[in-house]
């Protein structure tokens, strides 16, 4: 079913308002799922967005046996049947996050099959640094027929015995022996150095250690406070992982004894949906607040739009362990606030600036495309600099049917002339094909799917905008909430 949303522009007039609740970080909830194949007992995890992506994760663990119950923007995993270690790969096909459950099971179990991830809409995405990663903790690794097997038995808490994976519920809590315990291979002696910053490569190698033997130093990692959030849970379940955070991660394993579910996970605030929501504010509302999210994770974005002109306000509000510990299993967590208030000056008004993207804390690349948008309706020549994936500029061609001036300069440069009106009218005029399609807008993932969504916001006609579906991905009940704001937003079938 391919479902677009319809779309009324603002024309430039600054009319949403209200506030707008920021859901659980969809990149921190799917790898505390990964993270529950590490338990000896169902855990519990909250603040989880409904998106489409946590939906394909929860179907990947019940193919490998576990039980996924969801409720009201909570999970209840319970992975103690688990009875596969081959990763669907039709399903895997669909969200490449599939690769982080790969340290897990290997933790777990000493084994997992899993397809080669193809190429993904915003570029290559190879696996190589967690390949090198597995190899130089000792694993053995096949590649046939697009699919990858790696056998850790070392660090497995079931060794693939002759009735392989099967009476998993006993597994629970067993320890490895004496000898196993030794596992991976001389421990103290791994040190793993990243070659390039990669989140989920950090994420997926610090679970792979975090039930072995020994000690394992993880060097150049990635230091987004999804992995944070993620560290902090495990340990406070019986983990021992040092200098998350930074760049050197240390893992001592628990010598083979499964996490306890001693307290639920929360999801941090999804900085990068406040993020698109702060940006869209800052060109379409003169007064809106964006509740429930940590300024302290936007700085650098706050910064530049403040000193481009936008009036912000912010709330931190002070969010540690103890205090989400304190607040119980239903309990509110408090966080802070992002205000945009009195922004009645156009967006021609607002100052122009080059981004260039950079690994946390860096501008995010999830926000790139969003920032690309604003640029083009601020005064003044840009230079955004994407740095993180090669493929992340597709949306440019739609913004420029729309009328915007901005140029490709190379697949990593994007220049910037604003401001431009964007309108129907210019796709009309200029792009007509025989099926009409030209004369549609596209979300080609999940964070451009916003920006173009934003654009059309901002424009002045009637746009429509297709593959809803990436969108969906990411963004929590997008229509809803945008008509919760005032928007005049609507999902229909093509
Ligand atoms: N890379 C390699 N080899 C690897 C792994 C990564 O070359 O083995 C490269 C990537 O191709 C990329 C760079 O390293 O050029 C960084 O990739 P990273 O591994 O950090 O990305 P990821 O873990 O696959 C997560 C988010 C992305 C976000 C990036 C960067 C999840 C599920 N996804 O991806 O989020 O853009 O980090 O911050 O956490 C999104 O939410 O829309 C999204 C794409």
Sequence with gaps: MRESFIIEGLAGQKILKGSVKIAGAKNAALKAMAASILFDAPVQLNNIPDTEDIHVMSEILEKLGAKVVWSQNSLNIDTTGISSTVIDPKLAAIMRASVVLTGPIL????????????????????????????????????????NYTIEMPQIGLLNNSTNGISGTSAIGGQSRSETDRTGLGNPSAIQIHFDKKTVGGTETLMMAAVLGGGTMTLMNCAMEPEIVNLAEWLNECGADIQGVGTETIMINGTGGKLLSPKMPYVAIPDRIEAGSYLILGALCAENMTIENCRPDHLALLIDMLIKSGVPIEIINHETSMSSIKSAGPSGQIFYGRIIITGNTKPNSTFKSFDVSTKEYPGFPTDLQAQIVTYLTQVTGGSIVTENIFEGRFKYVSDLQKMGAKLELIDAKEVSIVGPAELRKEHMDTHHQSNDGLDQHLNAHDIRAGFAIVMAALVGKGIFTVNNTYFIDRGYEKLEERLTALGANIRRVTL
């Design 107 to 146: 933790a777990r179990f000493g084994k997992v099959s899993f397809p080669t991830p193809g190429g993904c809409v915003i570029g290559a995405r190879p696996i190589d640094l967690f390949i090198n990663g597995y190899e130089k903790m000792g694993a053995t690794i096949s590649e046939t027929d697009f």
